[in-house]
């Protein structure tokens, strides 16, 4: 049993590093995820870290240092948000081509112009597809556990991982945080062992430019095309499931806390109403769903926790019953509507499931979305009092 102490999400998520012996930190100041980089810092100064904290001008710079430090076998780490994450958007491709096993913690918040420092997940959604592992959390606790099994699905694949959680909400609001003992982590997390050896006497050429066509090695090996790289990381997504649940298992074996699933669901036995989103916001649609049950509701909660690879099956399964479908969004696709409904409705419309949803995009550079709005919106979307064309923008007085 590990000590239980009263911290930010930010913190949390310095800690979850610290656990994990990380050996390279890189990153730079932007807010909210500025207490991350901050909180580390302490750590190696105070000597209660053994690491390299390497400061940067930027946080492309930051992305590059973890690149070249995970190159040659290290373990490294970020974090940043919006703007940051944006001007990483270069090296995040170049990570997870490069097929590299680094974590990032992201505060989500809203991208500019116009300026916002306030939440949404703008950020994240728009670097859906380069290549990253995409997890979302709601609360304190499961940033720090999502951090330890991070490196743990990350190391095994090869895949890197952005951990997400929502700024301001999340990074910046203190509760109690289990904080498990340095020898269970150890026990469940072993020290990386990099999947390119590299050696001084052995010289090689790493990531050389690739041709449309496989060509011979300087052994006379025939290597994968661009393509065939290509594929071979969406492979990878694609099989991730089993690895992920693996180390969610044994995680629950060791610590206690069950993340055995891809998707959070509440009161969902036989709901015929779903109100879906990911993150925090999944705590509010609990509340929600309560109110909902108390009026003669069937209304439930599903959260997806991880985005990327897509839990399309597992999206089914928990949604193969539901009537109406209420995706609240805190992102847009611009011109068309919320990502996730635009992915929900793929992985349901796949499957030949044909529910009613409706999409709701809400918190926008942190505007606020409580309980009560979550409630009206969905029952105001089952009983078809604000059919839309494209999605629903919620709480937009101008």
């Known amino acids: 049993m590990g000590m239980v102490k009263i911290l930010n999400g930010s913190e949390a998520a310095a800690t979850g590093a610290r656990l994990c012996r990380v050996q390279v930190v890189a990153a730079y100041p932007i807010t909210p995820q500025s207490k991350i980089p901050e909180t580390l810092a302490k750590y190696v ?93 709601r609360d304190n606790q499961e940033i720090l556990d999502s951090i330890i099994m991070a490196y743990r699905i990350a190391e095994q694949i090869h895949v890197p991982m952005m951990v997400c959680f929502d700024g301001f909400v999340l990074s910046h609001t203190s509760m109690p945080v289990e904080i498990p003992e340095q020898s269970e982590v150890d026990r469940y997390l072993p020290p990386y062992e990099p999947h390119i050896p590299i050696h001084g006497s052995e010289p090689i050429n790493v990531n050389p430019v690739m041709l449309a066509e496989p060509r011979a090695n300087a052994q006379g ?45 509440y009161r969902n036995d036989d709901a015929e109403i779903v109100l879906l989103t990911m993150g925090s916001l999944a705590n509010e649609a609990a509340l929600a769903v309560d109110i909902l049950r108390d009026r003669g509701c069937r209304a439930a909660v599903v959260a997806l926790r991880l985005f990327r690879p897509f839990p399309a099956e597992e999206l089914r399964r928990a949604l193969e019953n539901a009537k109406h479908v209420v995706v609240f969004d805190k992102n847009v696709s611009y011109g068309l509507e919320g990502a996730t409904c635009t992915e929900t409705k793929a992985a349901l419309f796949d499957g030949g499931l044909h529910p009613v949803v409706t999409n709701y995009i809400v918190g926008l550079g942190g505007k606020n979305v409580d309980v009560a709005d979550l409630t009206e919106a969905t029952l105001q979307a089952v009983q078809g009092k604000n059919r839309s064309d494209g999605p629903i923008w919620l709480g937009v007085a101008v």
Do not use: K
């Open 45 to 137: 100064e105070t000597g209660q870290m053994q690491a390299e904290f390497i400061r940067v001008e930027s946080e492309h710079s930051a992305l590059t240092v973890c690149i070249s430090a995970s190159t040659v076998g290290a373990r490294a780490f970020t974090a940043t948000a919006a703007n940051g994450l944006a001007y990483m958007h270069e090296q995040l491709h170049w990570a997870a081509g490069a097929r590299l096993p680094i974590v990032l913690a992201l505060a989500n918040r809203g991208l500019g112009a116009p300026w916002t420092i306030f939440n949404d997940m703008q950020d994240s959604i728009s670097q859906r597809d380069t290549g990253w592992m995409q997890v979302y959390c």
């Open 221 to 265: 090996e025939l290597c994968p095309s661009y393509m065939g790289f290509r594929l071979r990381l969406q492979e990878a997504l694609q099989d991730a499931g089993e690895t992920i649940l693996t180390a969610a298992e044994e995680f629950y074996q060791v610590f206690g806390r069950d993340y055995r699933h891809f998707v959070w669901e």
